[in-house]
Antibody
Framework: QVQLQESGPGLVKPSQTLSLTCTVS??????????WSWIRQHPGKGLEWIGF???????YYNPSLKSRVSISVDTSKNQFSLNLISVTAADTAVYYC???????????????WGRGTLVTVSS | DIQMTQSPSSLSASVGDRVTITCQAS??????LNWYQQKPGKAPKLLIY???NLETGVPSRFSGSASGTHFFFTISSLQPEDIATYYC?????????FGGGTKVEIK
Protein backbone atom coordinates (compact mmCIF):
# COMPACT_ATOMS: atom_id res chain seq x y z
CA GLN A 1 0.00 0.00 0.00
CA VAL A 2 1.73 3.16 -1.20
CA GLN A 3 1.74 6.05 1.26
CA LEU A 4 2.99 9.62 0.99
CA GLN A 5 4.30 11.80 3.81
CA GLU A 6 5.27 15.45 3.60
CA SER A 7 8.00 16.87 5.82
CA GLY A 8 9.72 20.19 6.28
CA PRO A 9 9.67 23.42 8.29
CA GLY A 10 6.30 24.74 9.35
CA LEU A 11 7.53 28.31 9.51
CA VAL A 12 9.50 30.18 6.85
CA LYS A 13 10.56 33.82 6.91
CA PRO A 14 9.56 36.17 4.09
CA SER A 15 12.01 36.27 1.15
CA GLN A 16 13.47 32.90 2.14
CA THR A 17 13.05 29.51 0.46
CA LEU A 18 10.31 27.04 1.32
CA SER A 19 11.62 23.48 1.09
CA LEU A 20 9.48 20.38 1.52
CA THR A 21 10.08 16.69 0.96
CA CYS A 22 7.60 13.93 0.19
CA THR A 23 8.62 10.41 1.17
CA VAL A 24 7.03 7.57 -0.78
CA SER A 25 6.64 4.33 1.19
CA UNK A 26 5.17 0.96 0.25
CA UNK A 27 6.19 1.34 -3.38
CA UNK A 28 8.91 2.64 -5.66
CA UNK A 29 9.11 6.16 -6.97
CA UNK A 30 10.83 4.61 -10.02
CA UNK A 31 7.63 3.89 -11.86
CA UNK A 32 7.17 4.80 -15.50
CA UNK A 33 3.41 5.20 -15.00
CA UNK A 34 3.39 7.83 -12.28
CA UNK A 35 3.92 11.54 -11.91
CA TRP A 36 4.58 12.90 -8.42
CA SER A 37 2.86 16.19 -7.66
CA TRP A 38 2.73 19.13 -5.30
CA ILE A 39 -0.57 20.89 -4.65
CA ARG A 40 -1.33 23.61 -2.12
CA GLN A 41 -4.39 24.99 -0.38
CA HIS A 42 -4.47 28.46 1.09
CA PRO A 43 -6.26 28.63 4.47
CA GLY A 44 -9.99 28.23 3.95
CA LYS A 45 -9.57 28.36 0.18
CA GLY A 46 -9.46 26.07 -2.85
CA LEU A 47 -6.74 23.96 -4.38
CA GLU A 48 -3.82 25.12 -6.53
CA TRP A 49 -1.63 22.75 -8.52
CA ILE A 50 2.07 23.62 -8.22
CA GLY A 51 3.72 21.07 -10.48
CA PHE A 52 4.74 17.46 -10.99
CA UNK A 53 7.80 15.38 -11.74
CA UNK A 54 8.48 11.98 -13.29
CA UNK A 55 11.25 9.85 -11.77
CA UNK A 56 13.17 10.40 -15.03
CA UNK A 57 13.37 14.09 -14.11
CA UNK A 58 10.72 15.45 -16.46
CA UNK A 59 8.87 18.31 -14.79
CA TYR A 60 5.80 20.43 -15.42
CA TYR A 61 5.10 23.60 -13.42
CA ASN A 62 2.17 25.94 -13.00
CA PRO A 63 3.12 29.04 -15.05
CA SER A 64 1.90 31.25 -12.19
CA LEU A 65 4.71 29.88 -10.01
CA LYS A 66 7.24 28.75 -12.59
CA SER A 67 9.75 31.52 -11.94
CA ARG A 68 9.98 30.58 -8.24
CA VAL A 69 9.43 26.83 -8.08
CA SER A 70 11.53 23.74 -8.65
CA ILE A 71 10.67 20.10 -8.04
CA SER A 72 13.35 17.43 -7.85
CA VAL A 73 13.47 13.67 -7.25
CA ASP A 74 15.89 11.52 -5.25
CA THR A 75 15.31 7.95 -6.35
CA SER A 76 17.86 6.57 -3.86
CA LYS A 77 15.73 7.88 -0.99
CA ASN A 78 12.35 7.34 -2.68
CA GLN A 79 11.61 11.03 -2.20
CA PHE A 80 10.70 14.07 -4.21
CA SER A 81 11.05 17.66 -3.10
CA LEU A 82 9.62 21.13 -3.58
CA ASN A 83 11.60 24.36 -3.43
CA LEU A 84 9.78 27.70 -3.60
CA ILE A 85 12.00 30.76 -3.48
CA SER A 86 11.32 34.34 -2.40
CA VAL A 87 8.24 33.44 -0.37
CA THR A 88 5.70 35.96 0.93
CA ALA A 89 2.70 35.68 3.19
CA ALA A 90 0.69 34.72 0.12
CA ASP A 91 2.56 31.41 0.08
CA THR A 92 1.13 30.44 3.47
CA ALA A 93 -0.82 27.26 2.76
CA VAL A 94 -1.20 23.57 3.41
CA TYR A 95 1.11 21.80 0.98
CA TYR A 96 0.16 18.33 -0.25
CA CYS A 97 2.14 15.81 -2.24
CA UNK A 98 0.19 13.44 -4.44
CA UNK A 99 0.58 10.51 -6.81
CA UNK A 100 -0.67 10.78 -10.38
CA UNK A 101 -1.17 7.61 -12.49
CA UNK A 102 -1.90 9.38 -15.77
CA UNK A 103 1.47 9.76 -17.43
CA UNK A 104 -0.23 8.50 -20.59
CA UNK A 105 -2.56 11.52 -20.45
CA UNK A 106 0.20 14.02 -19.63
CA UNK A 107 -0.79 13.98 -15.99
CA UNK A 108 -3.26 15.64 -13.66
CA UNK A 109 -5.27 12.99 -11.80
CA UNK A 110 -4.35 12.71 -8.14
CA UNK A 111 -5.34 9.31 -6.78
CA UNK A 112 -3.30 9.30 -3.58
CA TRP A 113 -2.45 12.23 -1.34
CA GLY A 114 -0.26 12.84 1.66
CA ARG A 115 -1.84 14.25 4.81
CA GLY A 116 -0.53 17.72 4.02
CA THR A 117 1.70 20.07 5.97
CA LEU A 118 0.93 23.66 6.92
CA VAL A 119 3.64 26.14 6.03
CA THR A 120 3.33 29.63 7.44
CA VAL A 121 5.36 32.49 6.01
CA SER A 122 5.99 35.02 8.74
CA SER A 123 8.84 36.92 10.34
CA ASP B 1 -5.65 28.66 -18.16
CA ILE B 2 -8.93 26.72 -18.25
CA GLN B 3 -11.42 28.15 -15.75
CA MET B 4 -13.64 25.76 -13.82
CA THR B 5 -16.84 27.32 -12.50
CA GLN B 6 -18.48 25.21 -9.83
CA SER B 7 -21.96 25.69 -8.37
CA PRO B 8 -23.45 26.02 -5.90
CA SER B 9 -20.72 27.10 -3.50
CA SER B 10 -22.67 25.47 -0.69
CA LEU B 11 -25.80 23.46 -0.19
CA SER B 12 -27.82 21.98 2.64
CA ALA B 13 -29.82 18.79 2.15
CA SER B 14 -31.47 16.08 4.20
CA VAL B 15 -30.20 12.55 4.67
CA GLY B 16 -31.47 10.48 1.78
CA ASP B 17 -31.77 13.42 -0.61
CA ARG B 18 -30.36 13.42 -4.13
CA VAL B 19 -27.67 16.07 -4.44
CA THR B 20 -26.19 17.43 -7.67
CA ILE B 21 -23.19 19.72 -8.13
CA THR B 22 -22.35 21.37 -11.44
CA CYS B 23 -19.01 22.32 -12.91
CA GLN B 24 -18.56 24.25 -16.15
CA ALA B 25 -15.29 24.41 -18.05
CA SER B 26 -14.31 27.54 -19.97
CA UNK B 27 -13.47 25.38 -23.00
CA UNK B 28 -13.65 21.80 -24.22
CA UNK B 29 -11.71 19.50 -21.85
CA UNK B 30 -12.45 16.20 -23.60
CA UNK B 31 -14.16 14.86 -20.47
CA UNK B 32 -10.86 14.95 -18.56
CA LEU B 33 -12.70 15.96 -15.41
CA ASN B 34 -12.17 14.61 -11.93
CA TRP B 35 -14.16 15.01 -8.71
CA TYR B 36 -12.67 15.02 -5.21
CA GLN B 37 -14.12 14.93 -1.70
CA GLN B 38 -12.37 16.80 1.09
CA LYS B 39 -13.43 16.36 4.71
CA PRO B 40 -12.37 18.98 7.27
CA GLY B 41 -8.69 18.74 8.16
CA LYS B 42 -8.10 15.96 5.65
CA ALA B 43 -6.54 15.66 2.22
CA PRO B 44 -8.80 15.48 -0.84
CA LYS B 45 -9.87 12.04 -2.03
CA LEU B 46 -10.44 11.13 -5.66
CA LEU B 47 -14.02 9.93 -6.26
CA ILE B 48 -14.66 10.19 -10.00
CA TYR B 49 -12.21 10.40 -12.91
CA UNK B 50 -12.68 11.08 -16.62
CA UNK B 51 -16.10 12.59 -15.87
CA UNK B 52 -17.95 9.38 -15.07
CA ASN B 53 -15.61 6.63 -13.87
CA LEU B 54 -15.92 5.62 -10.24
CA GLU B 55 -12.57 5.27 -8.45
CA THR B 56 -12.02 1.85 -6.90
CA GLY B 57 -13.60 1.51 -3.47
CA VAL B 58 -15.88 4.56 -3.80
CA PRO B 59 -19.54 3.91 -2.94
CA SER B 60 -21.89 3.61 -5.89
CA ARG B 61 -24.14 6.42 -4.62
CA PHE B 62 -21.56 8.78 -6.11
CA SER B 63 -21.68 9.33 -9.86
CA GLY B 64 -20.59 11.75 -12.54
CA SER B 65 -21.79 12.73 -15.98
CA ALA B 66 -21.03 15.23 -18.71
CA SER B 67 -22.71 17.29 -21.40
CA GLY B 68 -20.26 19.27 -23.48
CA THR B 69 -18.42 21.60 -21.14
CA HIS B 70 -20.93 21.02 -18.32
CA PHE B 71 -20.18 18.34 -15.75
CA PHE B 72 -22.41 16.95 -13.04
CA PHE B 73 -21.60 15.19 -9.78
CA THR B 74 -24.45 13.41 -8.00
CA ILE B 75 -24.90 11.79 -4.64
CA SER B 76 -27.99 9.63 -5.10
CA SER B 77 -28.82 9.36 -1.40
CA LEU B 78 -26.97 11.74 0.90
CA GLN B 79 -25.43 10.09 3.96
CA PRO B 80 -24.11 11.79 7.11
CA GLU B 81 -20.57 10.74 6.22
CA ASP B 82 -20.82 12.66 2.93
CA ILE B 83 -20.49 15.98 4.73
CA ALA B 84 -17.50 17.52 2.98
CA THR B 85 -16.39 19.98 0.34
CA TYR B 86 -16.36 18.66 -3.21
CA TYR B 87 -14.06 19.93 -5.96
CA CYS B 88 -14.02 19.42 -9.70
CA UNK B 89 -10.68 19.51 -11.53
CA UNK B 90 -9.71 19.43 -15.20
CA UNK B 91 -6.67 17.59 -16.47
CA UNK B 92 -7.05 18.30 -20.17
CA UNK B 93 -4.19 20.80 -20.17
CA UNK B 94 -1.50 22.25 -17.97
CA UNK B 95 -1.94 23.98 -15.63
CA UNK B 96 -4.50 21.62 -14.19
CA UNK B 97 -7.16 23.73 -12.48
CA PHE B 98 -9.77 23.16 -9.80
CA GLY B 99 -13.25 24.50 -9.28
CA GLY B 100 -13.93 26.65 -6.25
CA GLY B 101 -15.57 23.88 -4.27
CA THR B 102 -19.06 23.03 -2.99
CA LYS B 103 -19.58 22.64 0.72
CA VAL B 104 -22.27 20.04 1.44
CA GLU B 105 -24.07 20.15 4.78
CA ILE B 106 -26.90 18.21 6.38
CA LYS B 107 -30.16 20.08 6.87
Amino acid sequence: QVQLQESGPGLVKPSQTLSLTCTVSGGSINNDNYYWSWIRQHPGKGLEWIGFIHYSGTTYYNPSLKSRVSISVDTSKNQFSLNLISVTAADTAVYYCAKDPTVHQLGGRFDLWGRGTLVTVSS
Amino acid sequence: DIQMTQSPSSLSASVGDRVTITCQASQDINNYLNWYQQKPGKAPKLLIYDASNLETGVPSRFSGSASGTHFFFTISSLQPEDIATYYCQQQDSVPVTFGGGTKVEIK
